[in-house]
């Protein structure tokens, strides 16, 4: 019988004895450094943050963050899309506060996503244009402030922000959240944004800890985030 790895394991162009044997020398440095490190992991799961961001490869949310393994619980689409239909994100996000009872939901976008730019430039992109939509409807709720702005570079990176914002409504919209809220847990939701010019992340100044209409909510946070961005607008005084 032919062994069906045989030509990945010979072709170096497609093994990836790579990523198996820095996998082995990352688990021996781990052990080293921190005995019993993943006896005690596999032990017990207890991350204190939920992470809902981007696919790209580029923003991994824990060697950004600097957390190991088991500290941080993650989601990931393209574009860090939060729908109420998405069975997917909500049962991770049911599961994060419900279970693993975290204290903060992280929503991360990244300037330059691809996902967001699709959506902004109207490119068409295959089947993903059916989940790019969701950011188009973003775009269009927003339209007037962003086409507002005469920089047309900065309307992209506007687009990624208020792209975060509303995801960050729609976490505080679920009835999991609401329920949490109403039986008192601690849980705060919030919104950064990821530059990959400079591997930095920003605080969006979001931060919802409680039960909150959702109008209301997108009204005061939209204005407290142009009110920020006016501040790092102008010069110093
Ligand atoms: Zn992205």
């Known amino acids: 019988m032919t062994d069906p790895h045989e030509n990945c394991n010979h072709n170096p162009e497609t093994s990836l004895q790579n990523l198996l ?3 082995k020398q990352w688990a021996e440095r781990i052990a ?3 005995p019993g490190f993943f006896p005690r992991l596999a032990a017990q799961h207890n991350p204190q943050y ?13 060697e950004i963050c600097g957390l190991l393994p088991g500290e941080i619980f993650v989601h990931r689409n393209i574009a860090n899309i939060v729908l109420q239909s998405d069975l997917n994100c909500v049962s991770v996000i049911q599961f994060a506060v419900e279970v693993l009872k975290v204290k903060h939901i992280i929503v991360t ?4 996503c691809v996902g967001v730019h699709a959506a902004f430039e109207e ?6 244009d059916h989940w790019i939509a969701h950011v188009r409807a973003v775009f269009s709720r927003h ?7 005469p920089v047309r570079a900065e309307r992209g990176r506007m687009l990624c922000e208020l792209n975060v914002i509303e995801q960050v409504v729609n ?16 849980i705060a939701v919030h919104g950064w944004i990821y530059g990959l010019q400079d591997g930095r992340l920003r605080d969006l100044g979001l931060c919802v800890r409680e039960r909150r209409r959702t109008d209301e909510l997108r009204r005061e946070t939209v204005t407290a985030w142009m009110a920020m961005r006016t501040r790092e607008s ?4």
């Not at 976008?109 to 330059?112: A, L, P, Q």
């Not at 339209?143 to 702005?149: F, K, P, Q, S």
Request: charged share 25%; proline share 5%; aromatic share 6%.
């Open 234 to 237: 102008s010069p110093a005084a």
């Open 109 to 112: 976008g990244h300037y330059g």
């Open 32 to 34: 080293k450094l921190e």
């Open 21 to 23: 044997d820095n996998n």
């Open 123 to 128: 490119q068409r992109v295959g089947l993903a």
């Open 50 to 62: 939920l992470w809902i961001g981007c696919s790209d490869s580029r923003v991994p949310a824990n």
């Open 143 to 149: 339209e007037d402030l962003i086409m507002a702005e």
């Open 171 to 186: 976490v505080c919209r679920l009835p999991v959240m609401q329920d949490a809220w109403n039986r008192g847990q601690d």
